[in-house]
Nanobody, 117 residues
């Protein structure tokens, strides 16, 4: 069993930065690929970024490529999402989850990111 808790969201002006964290519990964290998704109330949940279990491979949605960076620290059981050059359209609730494609066995509760213009 893995429990995920996101933090680091908040209100920021366009062009600003935020760093999200996803702290995991459970001894199997380091075996999971991990991903960040986001959801705006008016849209479906969408993939943002993913990272392999070792951290050796990363994947990004086209909309965030070059602005967001995903990383992980398996010793700290934490996944990060560094978000730079934020835009109002990045406003959403951000969730971390186990897995990149296919099934997502565990989800966090989400953290709100609001970007003002």
């Amino acid at each position: 069993q893995v429990q995920l808790v996101e933090s680091g969201g908040g209100l920021v002006q366009a062009g600003g930065s935020l760093r999200l964290s996803c702290a995991a519990s459970g001894r199997t964290f380091s075996t999971y690929d991990m991903a960040w998704f986001r959801q705006d109330p008016m849209k479906e949940r969408e993939f943002v970024a993913g990272i392999s279990w070792s951290g050796g491979r990363t994947f990004y949605a086209d909309s965030v490529k070059g602005r967001f960076t995903i990383s992980r620290d398996n010793a700290q059981k934490t996944v990060y999402l560094q978000m730079n050059s934020l835009k109002p359209e990045d406003t959403a609730v951000y969730f971390c989850t186990t897995g990149i494609g296919g099934s997502h066995d565990y989800w966090g509760q989400g953290t709100q990111v609001t970007v003002s213009s």
